[in-house]
């Protein structure tokens, strides 16, 4: 797996991956950038979501249940010195579906935690990483 970052200007940059999909990184205006992408540490807190989201679809998918819905809401705090890396990061899944098992849920969520999600389980040896689920109806 690779990926490539490319220098547009000012604090701009272009990355495309393997997969040849392109996203823009920058920062902003108050050191130096236009705020016309994401900012690095935003990426990583879409990663670990983006990657257990994707885990627990998945999950769900195989168990039968009928997801019409599923958000998660990402929040990280970061140190307050330099460098400001992520201390906690909280997963909060909001699962909507028609007659969905809290508890089919519950272990997707787990699974995702403890045992698929790359992007968690390396963050974890350095960060506090927690989950919660909501499960609501259709």
Same mark, same amino acid.
């Given at each position: 797996? /690779?990926? $490539?970052? @490319? ?5 701009? !940059? ?6 040849? %999909?392109?996203?823009? &990184?920058?920062?902003?205006? @108050? ?6 992408g !994401? ?24 168990? +039968?249940?009928?997801?019409? @819905?599923? +958000? &998660? ?12 890396? !992520?201390? @906690? &990061?909280?997963?909060? !899944? ?9 508890? %089919? ?9 403890? /045992? ?6 390396m ?5 506090? &990483? $927690? ?8």
């Amino acid at each position: 797996m /690779k990926a $490539t970052i @490319d220098w547009q200007n000012a604090l701009q !940059f272009r990355g495309t991956a393997d997969s040849g %999909h392109v996203v823009t &990184i920058d920062g902003p205006p @108050d050191i130096g950038g236009e705020n016309a992408g !994401f900012r690095p540490m935003e990426m990583m807190l879409l990663s670990i979501g983006g990657c257990s989201a994707m885990d627990v679809m998945h999950i769900l998918k195989k168990s +039968r249940q009928d997801v019409t @819905d599923c +958000r &998660i809401e990402v929040e990280g705090q970061r140190a307050e010195t330099e460098p400001k890396v !992520f201390t @906690d &990061i909280h997963l909060r !899944f909001i699962v909507s579906g028609h007659d969905l098992s809290e508890k %089919h849920v519950a272990r997707a969520v787990q699974l995702s935690a403890e /045992k698929y999600c790359s992007a968690s389980i390396m963050l974890a040896a350095s960060v506090n &990483i $927690t989950h919660e689920h909501v499960v609501e109806p259709a």
